[in-house]
């Protein structure tokens, strides 16, 4: 099996479990935060939905960096946002992995601010650290819903609320 078809597989899966638990973040808590130094819902909530948008940065550019393109995060308020925003990117990653052939994945990608390197790894890697990052955050997010009394939705098998 190809890597991008892997990838592809992968990516399909985690979209799934990721729109279920970004459908669950009550309307009345994106400004809420488990700790002063935690995130916001909405922070973390746009971080995951914005996550897929990684891979085709990987795919298409060699580099990341914030002195040239500083982040600006995203305004929402509703679920309905949140979930446009990730499945723009969903669809996006999913054409440009498409259309991605395998012989690129060991190309270098770095991340910097001008001179500073944060991260630095193959094309391939950073697919993978995407995915691993969605998985990540989400569970951060199953983390503060789980605060919030709020059921957390089955991720790769039946969740203790779904039981």
Same mark, same amino acid.
């Given at each position: 099996?190809?890597?991008?078809?892997?990838?592809?597989?992968?990516?399909?899966?985690?979209?799934?479990?990721?729109?279920?638990?970004?459908?669950?973040?009550? !309307?009345? +808590?994106? @400004?809420?935060? &488990?700790?002063?130094?935690? =995130?916001?819902?909405?922070?973390?909530?746009?971080?995951? #939905?914005?996550?897929?948008?990684?891979?085709?940065?990987?795919?298409?550019?060699?580099?990341?960096?914030?002195?040239?393109?500083?982040?600006?995060?995203?305004?929402?308020?509703?679920?309905?946002?949140?979930?446009?925003?990730?499945?723009?990117?969903?669809?996006?990653?999913?054409?440009?992995?498409? !259309?991605? +052939?395998? @012989?690129?994945? &060991?190309?270098?990608?770095? =991340?910097?601010?001008?001179?500073?390197?944060?991260?630095? #790894?193959?094309?391939?890697?950073?697919?993978?650290?995407?995915?691993?990052?969605?998985?990540?955050?989400?569970?951060?997010?199953?983390?503060?819903?789980?605060?919030?009394?709020?059921?957390?939705?089955?991720?790769?098998?039946?969740?203790?609320?779904?039981?």
């Amino acid at each position: 099996m190809k890597m991008t078809e892997m990838f592809l597989k992968e990516m399909a899966q985690e979209a799934e479990i990721t729109r279920k638990m970004l459908s669950r973040i009550p !309307k009345d +808590k994106y @400004d809420w935060k &488990p700790h002063e130094r935690s =995130m916001s819902v909405k922070q973390l909530a746009c971080h995951i #939905a914005e996550l897929p948008e990684w891979v085709s940065m990987a795919i298409n550019a060699d580099e990341l960096d914030f002195e040239k393109a500083p982040y600006a995060p995203k305004e929402v308020k509703t679920n309905k946002e949140v979930l446009a925003i990730f499945e723009k990117a969903n669809a996006t990653a999913k054409a440009d992995l498409e !259309k991605a +052939k395998d @012989d690129i994945m &060991p190309k270098n990608w770095v =991340m910097r601010s001008g001179k500073d390197i944060y991260y630095e #790894a193959s094309k391939g890697e950073v697919i993978r650290m995407t995915f691993n990052q969605m998985v990540h955050h989400r569970a951060q997010m199953g983390v503060f819903l789980r605060l919030l009394n709020v059921p957390i939705p089955a991720s790769y098998g039946p969740s203790a609320d779904e039981h």
